[in-house]
C-alpha cells in the first residue's frame, strides 16, 4: 500500500501530468490536505487526518469526468455530498470528521471527569487517512480506482481496506463483474480464485489454514490491468483481519471462457 508521508495542515493541488498537444492523453490531478487537531490543551491525543485524492482532470468528456468524479468521491467517503469540486467535497468531510471527533472528546472528558478516572497515554487519539489514486493501467478502455483507507478510533487495531472501483473510460460508468463475464459466470470464478489463493499468500501454510471455508467467491471488489483481474478481500472478509488485506490476481488467459470483453 502507498504511505503517507507529509504532516502538515494544508491542502495542495498537485498536477501529475501535461496534457500538451494530445487531448486522449488522460491527465490527473492530485488533492492533497494533512491536518492535526489537538483534543484538549491537557492531552496528546489528537484527530490525525491525512487526504490524497488523484481524480481526472482532461482525456475525457466533461461529462464522463464529472461521472468518475462523483463516483471515486463516493468511493472515498462514502457520502453523497452533492458538491461540485473535489476539494469543496474533501473540506466538508474533514469538518464533518473534526464535529465528530470534538463532540466525542466531549463526551470522553465529561465521563472520566464525573467518574473520577485517571487515563494515562493517547487514548483518544483517532486517525483518518484516504488515498486514492488510479493505478496506472488502462485495460481495453477500462480505468481502476484504488482507494485505500486507514481508520483507527481507539480501538486496539485500526480498520485497513482496500475499495476498488473500474470505470469505463468513453461513458465514466461504473463497470461492474456482469460487466466483464459471461452469465453463469459465479462458479468458474470462484474456482479459479480458490486456485491462486495460495499464491496471494505467498504459500504460508498457516494462513491457508486460517481462510474461512466456503466463503472464496467473487465479491466485486477488483481492479483490471494488463495482466489480468485482481479482487481484494478486506480484513475479516474471508480470513481474521491479522492477515490484513489479501489480493487475489487471476490472469487473462485462465479468464477467456467467460469473458465478455
Known amino acids: ?10 491542502a495542495a493541488w498537485v498536477l501529475l501530468a501535461v496534457a500538451g498537444c494530445n487531448r486522449n492523453k488522460f491527465v490527473k490531478a492530485t488533492y492533497e490536505e494533512y491536518m492535526m487537531v489537538p483534543m484538549m490543551d491537557s492531552s496528546a491525543d489528537s484527530l490525525d487526518i491525512q487526504i490524497s485524492l488523484e481524480y481526472p482532470v482532461s482525456g475525457v468528456e466533461d461529462t464522463v469526468k464529472a461521472k468518475i468524479i462523483e463516483n471515486l468521491l463516493f468511493a472515498a467517503f462514502d457520502v ?50 484516504v488515498n486514492g489514486y488510479f493505478t496506472g493501467e488502462e485495460y481495453k478502455g477500462l480505468l481502476t480506482y484504488v482507494v485505500e483507507l486507514e481508520r483507527d478510533r481507539g480501538g486496539a487495531h485500526p480498520n485497513n481496506t482496500v475499495n476498488a472501483t473500474v470505470f469505463s473510460r468513453t461513458t465514466g460508468d461504473v463497470v461492474v463483474e456482469a460487466d466483464l463475464f459471461n452469465e453463469g459466470y459465479e462458479s468458474t470464478l470462484s ?71
Open 1 to 10: 500500500m502507498r504511505k503517507f508521508v507529509k504532516m502538515a495542515a494544508v
Open 80 to 129: 453523497n455530498y452533492n458538491l461540485p469540486t473535489v476539494d469543496s467535497t474533501a473540506v466538508h468531510y474533514r469538518n464533518d470528521l473534526i464535529e465528530e471527533y470534538q463532540q466525542e472528546q466531549e463526551d470522553y472528558a465529561n465521563f472520566i471527569g464525573d467518574n473520577n478516572i485517571v487515563m494515562e497515554g493517547n487514548l483518544f487519539s483517532w486517525r483518518d487517512y
Open 191 to 261: 474456482e479459479l480464485l480458490g486456485n491462486h489463493l495460495s499464491d496471494a499468500l505467498e504459500g504460508d501454510e498457516d494462513a491457508l489454514q486460517a481462510v474461512y471455508p466456503d466463503v472464496l467467491a467473487a465479491n466485486g471488489n477488483f481492479e483490471v490491468g494488463k495482466e489480468g483481474i485482481t479482487f481484494y478481500y478486506n480484513p475479516n472478509e474471508i480470513a481474521p483481519p491479522i492477515l490484513g488485506v489479501i489480493a487475489i490476481r487471476i490472469p487473462w488467459s485462465e479468464l477467456s471462457d467467460i469473458l465478455k470483453i
